[in-house]
């Protein structure tokens, strides 16, 4: 296959994609070198894995390299224990020009009842680059339902707002 690193991802297949094509699950079970001394998974840690499940969801979408541009707020709404299992269910929810978003929701799987629990929402930007930095147009989302409609149409409106704070906190002294 032909190949060379100073091409990679300069000839994105931008023929849309449905978010299905990319949505991606990630299951781990919660060690104890995860863990806080209450036995609870780090924060850090949960951080580390959405940036992954968001970022391989993108991945599958482009199909080219990419870097993380923002990560919206987050909360972890319950704890995950040592012996849990962590849940990561990501997605593209809106495809822009050079960027996309995804949302990872994070659940916590008791091992021996099976009860699921959602931990945490993350929204997370992307833009895709050329191995020299350059930005690259992405293939769009192919939005057919009416939910998937909604979904597109929030993530536009995180969209503005994520470029609005990036404008104030670049522009304060
Ligand atoms: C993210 C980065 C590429 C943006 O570069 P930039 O020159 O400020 O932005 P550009 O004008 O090239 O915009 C590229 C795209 O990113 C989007 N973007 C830029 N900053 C953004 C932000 N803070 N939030 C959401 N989207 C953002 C733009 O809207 C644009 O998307 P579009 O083409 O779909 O409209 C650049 O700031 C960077 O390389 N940051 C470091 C990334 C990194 O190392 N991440 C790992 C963790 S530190």
């Not at 023929?15 to 806080?36: C, G, H, I």
């Not at 991945?59 to 224990?81: C, E, G, M, N, Y």
């Amino acid at each position: 296959m032909f190949s060379w690193p100073g091409l990679i991802g300069r000839f994105l297949d931008l023929t849309p994609k449905r978010a299905a094509e990319s949505a991606t699950e990630m299951v781990q079970v919660v060690l104890p070198n995860d863990a806080n001394p209450l036995g609870f998974i780090l924060g850090g840690t949960v951080m580390h894995l959405i940036d992954i499940a968001g970022a391989i969801a993108c991945h599958r979408h482009t199909r080219s390299l990419l870097v993380t541009a923002a990560v919206d707020d987050l909360q972890f709404l319950h704890p995950i224990k040592v012996g849990d299992l962590i849940i990561l269910k990501a997605r593209v929810t809106c495809a822009f020009r050079t960027s996309l978003e995804a949302q990872v929701d994070v659940y916590s799987e008791e091992t021996l009842t099976g009860r699921q629990q959602l931990t945490s929402r993350a929204f997370l930007t992307f833009v895709a680059v050329a191995q020299d930095g350059t930005r690259l147009a992405v293939p769009p989302l192919l939005v057919e339902t009416d939910e998937e409609r909604r979904v597109c149409e929030e993530a536009k409106l995180r969209r503005e707002g994520r470029l609005r704070k990036k404008v104030e906190s670049t522009t304060r002294s």
